[in-house]
C-alpha cells in the first residue's frame, strides 16, 4: 500500500490503536509491504526504514538513504517498484533478508508517472490517464519472459490505482471511485483525490484533505 502527499514535505505518523504516533523523517510518499517501509522525500530521496523487511508492522530503526532518484514507490513481496520524474519505471533488484534494501535499480520498459504494487500484481497509471497491468511470476527478473503491461482500455481517465487484498481501486481526475470488478471498472459512491487499498479496509482522502476508510464486506 502506498500513502502519499499531495505536494510539500510532511512528518510521518504511525496508526497506533486509536492514534497516530509520529515517526521521524520527512516524506511525500511512504510504502508498506513485505519488502517493509519505503519512501520517497521532496527532492525525490529515496529511503528504507531498516529492520521493517519481511514485517512492516515495526517500527524499525533509521532511514537509510538509497542511491537514485524516484518521485513514486511502492513496496512489494521481495521487490521494490517506483517512477521517477521522467515517468521512468524501475524495480529494486537483490532484495533479499540478507540485503533488505536490495543491491541495483533496474529500468521496466514503459512510462507511468503512479504505480502500486501487491504480490504479483504491478499497476500503474501513465500521463494519458490510463491503467495499465503487470502480471509477475515469482521474481520481477522474469518480467520480460511474460508478454509485458497490459493497457485497460476504458477510456476513464485515471490518476491513482491502488491494489491490496481488498483488491484494485482506482481514482479518475474527476475524483470519482472505481473498482475492478472483473474486467470491468464499477463506480462506487463517493469522491477521493487519494486511495490505498489494505486488507479488509480502503483509506482515503478527499478535495478538503478529509480521511477516510471504507471496511469491504
Do not use: M
Not at 504480490?119 to 521474481?139: E, H, M, P, R
Amino acid at each position: 500500500a502506498v500513502v502519499s502527499t499531495q505536494s510539500g514535505h510532511y512528518g510521518r505518523d504511525r496508526r497506533s490503536g486509536n492514534s497516530w504516533r509520529l515517526i521521524g523523517g520527512k516524506l511525500k510518499c511512504v510504502s508498506v509491504g513485505q519488502s517493509g517501509v519505503w519512501g520517497v522525500n521532496a527532492n525525490d530521496d529515496i529511503f528504507y526504514k531498516t529492520g521493517t523487511y519481511g514485517d512492516p508492522n515495526v517500527d524499525g530503526a533509521g532511514w537509510q538513504h538509497i542511491g537514485g532518484k524516484l518521485k513514486w514507490i511502492s513496496s512489494g513481496k521481495d521487490f521494490v517498484v517506483g517512477v521517477n520524474s521522467a515517468d521512468s519505471i524501475f524495480y529494486r533488484d537483490g532484495i533479499t533478508s540478507a540485503t533488505p534494501a536490495g543491491t541495483r535499480w533496474v529500468v521496466i520498459g514503459g512510462k507511468l508517472s503512479q504505480i502500486d504494487t501487491f504480490n504479483d500484481k504491478v499497476w500503474g497509471v501513465n500521463s494519458a490517464k490510463y491503467a495499465y497491468q503487470l502480471t509477475i511470476q515469482s521474481s520481477i527478473r522474469y518480467i520480460y519472459s511474460i508478454g509485458g503491461w497490459r493497457r485497460n482500455n476504458e477510456a476513464l481517465n485515471f490518476k491513482r490505482v491502488s491494489v491490496g487484498k481488498g483488491g484494485v481501486w482506482s481514482i479518475g481526475t474527476d475524483d470519482r471511485i472505481f473498482r475492478r470488478d472483473g474486467n470491468v471498472w464499477k463506480v462506487f459512491n463517493g469522491r477521493l483525490k487519494d486511495i490505498s487499498v489494505g486488507g479488509t479496509k480502503i483509506w482515503g482522502v478527499n478535495s478538503a484533505d478529509s480521511i477516510y476508510y471504507k471496511t469491504l464486506t
